[in-house]
């Protein structure tokens, strides 16, 4: 089956806690990207990536890191999370960036 | 101007009206055009995607784009409870097809 697959899928965790929420897709797909959700604000683009070792930053960057050394995995990174990326993050991927993307079922990260 | 502007709603129709969704965007060399659906707490589910001036169909749902108003819309036909949910429009822009959403509509159909 395709699909995008995030883990954890919730999370609570602590400020300064490093932490890392991996995602994978078994379609091949060349593009691939970060997105968190927050109420009032929607859908806002953190980091995409066009094909392996190359990523970019989109509208949120800041506080987060990503790398794409394989084509199916792009994980996320918060080296040092704070309460203010308390939300709901969803990772997509699609077989060209001007192609639909395909979502994740998403992770909720509480950082208290 | 926000880059993705949609009806900000909620928007409510009886079972079995169309319901009309509509998004205007301000970038106007966008390339591509989609339609998500997306349940409370779930994550967004593609529903159309549009690439050129006119219409698509597919099934209930139709999209409409209109480049030159920089517009496009979508229509669910026969409205069902079961497409209650909040439907986001989004679109590519730029060298990197940056995807860029509306911050989306709540339809509820009332049986």
């Known amino acids: 089956e395709a699909q995008v697959t995030q883990n954890p899928r919730y999370l609570i965790t602590v400020t300064g806690k490093k932490l890392t929420v991996t995602c994978s897709q078994n379609?091949?797909?060349?593009?691939m990207s970060w997105y968190r959700q927050d109420p009032g604000l929607g859908l806002r683009q953190i980091y995409y990536s066009m094909n392996v070792e190359v990523t970019d930053k989109g509208d949120v960057p800041e506080g987060y890191k990503v790398s794409r050394k394989e084509k199916r995995n792009f994980p996320l990174i918060l080296e040092s999370p704070s309460p203010n990326q308390t939300s709901l993050y969803f990772c997509a991927s699609s077989s060209g960036g001007w192609q639909p993307q395909h979502f994740g079922d998403g992770t909720r990260l509480s950082i208290l | 101007q926000k880059e993705v502007e949609q009806n900000s709603g909620p928007l409510s129709v009886p079972e079995g009206a169309i319901a009309s969704l509509n998004c205007t965007y301000s970038?106007?060399?966008?390339?591509?055009f989609f339609w998500y659906r997306q349940y409370s707490g779930k994550s967004p589910e593609l529903i159309m995607s549009?690439?050129?001036?006119g219409d698509k169909e597919d099934g209930r749902f139709t999209a409409q784009l209109n480049k030159a108003s920089q517009y496009v819309s979508l229509l669910i036909r026969d409205s069902q409870p079961s497409d209650s949910a909040t439907y986001l429009c989004?679109?590519?822009?730029?060298?990197?097809?940056?995807?860029?959403f509306g911050k989306g509509t709540l339809l509820t159909v009332n049986p």
């Open positions: 549009i690439y050129s001036n």
């Open positions: 379609m091949n797909h060349e593009y």
């Open positions: 970038d106007r060399v966008s390339q591509s």
């Open positions: 989004a679109l590519t822009t730029g060298s990197n097809y940056k995807l860029t």
